[in-house]
Every structure is written in C-alpha cells, then in structure tokens.
C-alpha cells in the first residue's frame, strides 16, 4: 500500500502571502502528526490529530498556523501572512490508533522557502 | 518537560570503526526512546526502539535510566550508514504518541 504522501513536495511563496501543505496519511490511521524540519532546530512537533480532532496543538508557533482534517483522513496545515522564518521542511507523519503501536510513518516533507 | 539532547551535530568515522551516536533525555515518566534515520533523499524511518531491544542493521541502543541515555551504537560502520540519525522521546498524549525528537546527528562514514 501507498506511504504518507505530501503535497505539493516544494512551495516558493513571497512573505505576507498564505499557503496551505496537504498530507495524506496512510489509510486506516487513526493519527496524524505535523513536525517542522528547520536547519539547526532539528524536529519540532506542531500539531495532533486523532480522528478529525486536534487534542494537542501546543506545538503551533503562533495564531498564523491551524490546521484541520477532514474524514479522519486529509489534513492541511495552513500558514498565514507568511514570514521568512517560516522557511522550513515541514512533515507529516500518521500511525494506528494503538498506543501499544509507536512508530510513526512519515511523508516525504514538502520545503517551504519564504522569499 | 521532556527533553531530547543529541550534543554532536556531526559525527565522522573511517569504514570498519565502531559508532557511538550520543542521546540523553530528560522525562518525568517512564521512557520510551527511539531512533530514527533519514538517508540522503529518502523519508525520515524508524531505526529500532528501546522496548525491542533488537539489532537493526547492526546498531543497538540501550536504555539506561540511571544516565537517563539511549546511545546508539554499531561495532563496524559501513559506508551505507552514513545518514542523519535523530533520537526521540514518546509521550502519550490524548490517546496519541506525541514525538519529542532531538536536533539529530549527520553520520558520515568515510572509505
């Protein structure tokens, strides 16, 4: 069966502008995981979804970015008014709703440059 | 709050050498740690857990609680391991298992 898959794999956006990043998790996971990959900082946990609910988005930088899924299934994370320090990987990661089950499955990342 | 520390940015070592990638943690709870690796162009994966306590490509990592330490390590690096490898932390969270993950170290083995 098909991987976590992303999209789009590379967004260029000019600072001040919105984007939204697409993930697909793997079919029948229950969870979703959104991580940010910046040079030096190394992962950073942004948001959880369980189902189509969000019980910790504690890693959320600030009011600019909120997410939500849809169908238990597809999830955007979506970033507003743009900076550049926004630059970054971002990745999404799903696992079974078994909390016995760990290990997460990740996307292959989509690169944000904010120019 | 949990922390993960993985203090070398970059580690270099000769074919046939043994590798010691380093990671500390800090948790109130019982741990539970893992490895994860990213090879040059593919997606992050997992490398082993703690709770497996098996050997994975060769690398073995053990928990030791009294060091609050979940070293990675492999007697004879083969050129392939070269990657960037990022120990993590799991917290159970709302029925999930949030990630903690270090700020990982570049494995880079030389011929």
């Known amino acids: 069966g098909a991987g976590v898959s992303q999209s789009p794999s590379n967004k260029v956006t000019e600072k001040g502008k919105d984007v939204e990043l697409r993930c697909d998790p793997i079919s029948g996971h229950t969870a979703l995981y959104w991580y940010r990959q910046s040079l030096g900082q190394g992962l950073e946990f942004l948001i959880y979804f369980q189902g189509n609910s969000a019980p910790d988005k504690s890693g959320l930088p600030s009011d600019r970015f909120s997410a939500e899924r849809t169908g238990g299934s597809v999830s955007t994370l979506t970033i507003q008014r743009t900076q550049q320090e926004d630059s970054a990987v971002y990745l999404c990661?799903?696992?079974?709703?078994?909390?016995?089950?760990?290990?997460?499955?990740f996307g292959p990342g989509t690169r944000l440059t904010v120019l | 709050a949990q922390r993960v520390t993985q203090p070398e940015k970059l580690l270099s070592v000769f074919k046939g050498a043994p590798v010691e990638l380093k990671c500390n943690y800090s948790y109130s709870g019982s741990p539970e740690l893992f490895w994860y690796v990213q090879y040059s162009r593919q997606r992050l994966q997992l490398l082993l857990r703690h709770i497996s306590r098996e050997s994975i490509k060769g690398f073995t990592a053990d928990l030791n609680k009294g060091e609050t330490s979940f070293h990675l390590k492999k007697p004879f690096a083969q050129e392939e391991d070269s990657a960037m490898y990022y120990c993590?932390?799991?917290?159970?969270?709302?029925?999930?298992?949030?990630?903690?993950f270090g700020t990982g170290t570049q494995l880079k083995v030389e011929l």
């Open positions: 993590a932390l799991r917290e159970v969270t709302g029925g999930g298992n949030k990630l903690t």
């Open positions: 990661a799903s696992s079974p709703r078994d909390v016995r089950v760990a290990e997460q499955f």
